[in-house]
């Protein structure tokens, strides 16, 4: 199926015990396409994310990766789909040094895809070179979101979801993380990117989607949202 998408929901709803946080979002996000998820705190992005990956279990509706139903997939087998998570708040192991956070980490992709090595990797993120035998607890909070990029690059995922993709970074750090998103998308990963910062959001994506209580409230190109401030203020508060 060529142009299936990489992964979709269809009337997707989710819950936390009786709270009813998403309310039938439907949505497809295309081989290489990267969108922007927006929306006010505590409209349901994360959830949303959380989700797709079957971390949040109690839904109703379909979740298709590559046209195939996963709705009651594990976590792992969304993983080994090829989508990988970077979780708002970093996910590395601490106690583990540079290295063996990348190297435990690699895998093939899906289709057997072997392109971001270690090496490459690194060639990417040239401070976790000089960082190599450093415990992931030594590193700031900068090379620690790089690391836990670098780690989700490493099993050579089709999908890159990002949660607060920059939160808690220095303003010039931020930009650096920017840049590498940038250059993924460039790579052809497609990706779903959360952060505060929609400008720079509306930059990278190819489509943007506005979160307003669990439902889609508004979808367009990243660059058209940008532009118009009137819709930013109103979804967003910004
Ligand atoms: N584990 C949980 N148990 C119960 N309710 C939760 C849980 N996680 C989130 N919620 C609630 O679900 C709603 C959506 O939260 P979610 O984290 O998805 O929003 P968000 O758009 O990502 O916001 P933020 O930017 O603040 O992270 C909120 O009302 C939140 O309080």
Known sequence: MRDAALIETRDLHAFYGESHILHGVTFAVRPGECIGLMGRNGMGKSTLLRSLLAIVRQRWGAVRVRGIDMTNATPDAIARAGIAYVPEGRGIFGNLTVRENL??????????????????????????????????????????????????????????????????????????????????????IASIVVDRDYRSVCRLADRCIVLVKGKIALEGPGKELQADTTILSKYLSV
């Open 103 to 188: 190297v435990m980490a690699a895998r093939p992709g899906f289709n057997g895809n072997r392109d971001w090595t270690f090496e490459r990797v690194l060639e990417t993120f040239p401070r976790l070179r000089e960082r190599l035998d450093h415990s992931g607890t030594q590193l700031s909070g900068g090379e620690q979101q790089m690391l836990t990029i670098g780690r989700a690059l490493m099993t050579n995922p089709d999908l890159l979801i990002l949660d607060e993709a920059t939160e808690g970074l220095a303003p010039l750090i931020a930009k650096g993380v920017w840049s590498i998103l940038h250059e993924i998308r460039q790579h052809g």
